[in-house]
């Protein structure tokens, strides 16, 4: 598989983690933080239910990853993929399928604010690439969880909307 790469967004570096500031007889008031490079997020679960090789696992993982990157335009450097291995009698899937042994879920938390054209962007770049390495599309089902960032705990503990992000999610 050919990895197609999107150009790389430039992130800031994180020197601090934030403080809240306030007199003593005031609430609390928190100033954004960003985010260190080492936090990612979305969060992306790929369930299958036939086992891989090593290489073709790595491949999916891959294909996943670029069509976050294209559908999203998260930063290359926003990781966090996960490809999780069924037994097929432990992950039924709908009748009728021409290769059940192919049947992929994917299941991507992200922050809430992506636009419908983003969200078709990524569905579509996710059964392309899949279909590159062999995973038929009609085979391929994506659920998309919106998170709003302030249910995130990033950063040493912070609320995600609390924090720099470095990237633009409303896209």
Known sequence: MQHLASPAVARPSCQTLGVATRPAHA????????????????????EVRRSYSAEQEGQIVEAVQAALIE?????????????????????IVPQGKTQPEFYTLITVSAFSGRSLEAKRNLYQAMVRRLGEVGIPADHVKIMLNEIPRENWGLAGGKPGSEIDLGFKVEV
Not at 78 to 84: E, I, S
């Open 27 to 46: 609430a609390p008031r928190y100033s954004l933080v960003s985010l260190p490079p080492h936090i990612a997020m979305p969060s992306t679960i790929v």
């Open 71 to 91: 559908g999203f335009k998260i930063p290359q450097d926003d990781r966090c993929v996960r490809l999780l291995t069924h037994e097929p009698h432990r992950f």
